[in-house]
């Protein structure tokens, strides 16, 4: 269960680096929804990794860590907020500078421009 | 209990939600009203609460529950000061944006109070879960401050900024994760008692989470190889906006202290100053980057820009010379700089306004309506900020040389300090120079300044002139803010032991 616990977290948290550093507004966002994926499971085993126990302290003899799932409850609606408004603000930006750069000018735009000027 | 510890967040959350409820929601004038008394009821108790920390440190349990599984805040002389200083920018702040800023956009007051409530709790909270909470309520309220007004500059610096600070949120997951599975508590005085038992085994991967922290820190406050997002993010920023996030900075400094100076400070075990040796060349690599940036800056936003920087790399530098004991010298110079910052944004924008097309890049332009009332402010506040006498940006640097007693740290810091502020002398007065005094010869202007927003500029810079007449007392206050790192710690954990016992007698 750890290793195929970690491989997810690793997978995860490689595929949104790789997206976040993409160039497209659109890519980042996936990236960082991607990232934030990962980092809930993270957050989520460091009460460590337990089956059939319960998140309550009752008369149950086995029983699990409840603050980690607290926490990323919290993270959870954190997280959302937060990458909802970086969609919204990447369609702003699509609107507002007319393309999705991460930068508001895509390379190709700058080298292409004075070409066009010459001929 | 004294409840007054929870009111700089309370206030300004119960304004925020009043003014989003119909009958205010369209009424600009209400909102205006109401976010200055609430911010100046606020001031009035942030004084209050000043004086009375000085006798008794302030824990206020959340709901009653106790630590360390409870929330806390704790408001001792550290925190309060920081929360004071936030109240009193975003007054002005708020006193200034009513002139203009308050139409460019909708809901400029509600997302204000926001902001000064996350970055009140973000002081306030004694727990490091919590602090994460209230950076993400001060960061989506700056996100969208940020926008506020529109434009292609601040679209294209806020997808930088919020993209950024998303993926300095979840490292700060990782490393709250991290410290969570290593020491099984999360409250901050419990960490300072828990690190020095650390299993061996687990001590490496609890240096990654905390290296991890000092990584997210560094990003909010601007340290060398994270800055680059703060002179274009300052720069794009609407005046009054730019001036309330000179002190977001001082959230990731502030975090610092009580992460690096109080967890894993002196008490810390084998993790004792972990973060030292790291913050050492970063600090110094900071303030020369500032101080590159501000002889490089084209206009006078991003010149201020880079003094924020500047000044960063100062107050990184008075946390860790001479072991940590200069601490208290760091945090005169913290609220004088932050003051002084602020003071150029919105002097910054003045100059901007008055002067058409030339805006406030060091250009050629026509003369300024008000050339002699806001060339007198500009320099008043660049002698603060350069750091000449008699004002308070003298005392502080004079107090940052004072305190590097050791010889080796004193050539690194000396040359540093003195040489930063020779260069600030220079960018300041080339700036002044082409401001004011490069003329093309046509008329003025008709923009004038308001009255208020003169005010508000007044009252930031009113500042300086006190720091440096109450110096006396006021140092030691910092003095004893500097201790209360350390000192407030164990206060909480004499009320972890104190419950422990009542849980144990009553068993």
Redesign the interface.
Known sequence: MELIFALCVGILTSCGVYL?LRGS?FS?VVG?TL??YA??L??F????LALNSAPILNEATQYTDP??QA?VL??IV??F??TA??VI??M??RA??GNDH???NPPDAEQSAPQKEAS | MNHLPILPILIPSLAGILMLLPPIADRLAIQRYLSWFSLALLLGLCFQLVFQVDTETQIYLLGGWQPPFGILLLADRLSVTLVTLTVFLAFCASLYGSAHEETTGRFFYPLFMFQVMGINGAFLTGDIFNLFVFFEILLIASYALLVHGGGKEKTKASFHYITLNLLGSAFFLVALGTIYGTMGTLNMADLSAKVSLLQPESVAIAKAGALLLLLVFGLKSAMLPLQFWLTKTYSAAAAPVAALFAIMTKVGLYSIYRVFGGIFGDNGGELANIATPWIWPLAIATLVFGMLGALAAPSLRLLTSNIVVMSVGTLLLTFVMNEGQSLSAGLYYLVHSTVAAAALFLLADQISVQRGNAQDRFVVSRPMQQAGMIGALYFISAIAVIGLPPLSGFVAKALVLQSAQIASEQIWVWSAVLISSLLALIAFSRAGTSLFWHLSGSKPGTEKAKPVQLVAIILLLLVTPMWTVFAGPITGYMHRAADDITHSNQLILQVISDQEAIDHDSH
Do not use: E, H, K, W
């Open positions: 976040t507004t980042v960082l990232l934030s980092i809930n993270f957050l085993a460091s009460g460590r603050l980690p926490l919290t993270a954190i997280g907020a937060m408004f970086a603000l990447a702003r930006a507002d500078l991460v930068d508001g």
